[in-house]
């Protein structure tokens, strides 16, 4: 990404951000985070990757109360970013990976408590305070 489209992507975000904080009136959404912007090079399409904590019915609704207010989130960058030529079309995309990161570190606290329970199994002990422990 050039640094133009940088900037414009930081701005979009920092914009949409602000606006369904503190503007969006819609009972919808809720607990919304604006993780990333990526716009395309010749700046006519962001995607905008959306993160919502709560259960799957409320990242539903709150994604489709963002989906109907996309006008008027258009029409906020739009004001905001004056000196552009054409505002980008905003295509919001609910953004999984945070889920998949606690996912992942769940699996990996999982293992490790399964290592420790086989090892106290095995020496009748826990794996800690065994003598040859420290010399490792």
Known sequence: MSKRTRQVADS?????SETIQFELKDPRVSFATITRVEVS????HAQVYVSVMGEEEQRTETMQGLQSARGFLRKRVA???RHMRFVPDLHLQ???SLDYSMRIEAVLREVAL???QRNEDEDGE???TRPD????
């Open 126 to 128: 826990p794996a800690d």
């Open 94 to 96: 609910l953004d999984t």
């Open 114 to 116: 399964e290592r420790e």
């Open 41 to 44: 090079a010749d700046l006519q």
């Open 133 to 136: 422990a420290e010399a490792e």
């Open 79 to 81: 004001d905001e970013l």
């Open 12 to 16: 979009i975000q920092r914009i949409l």
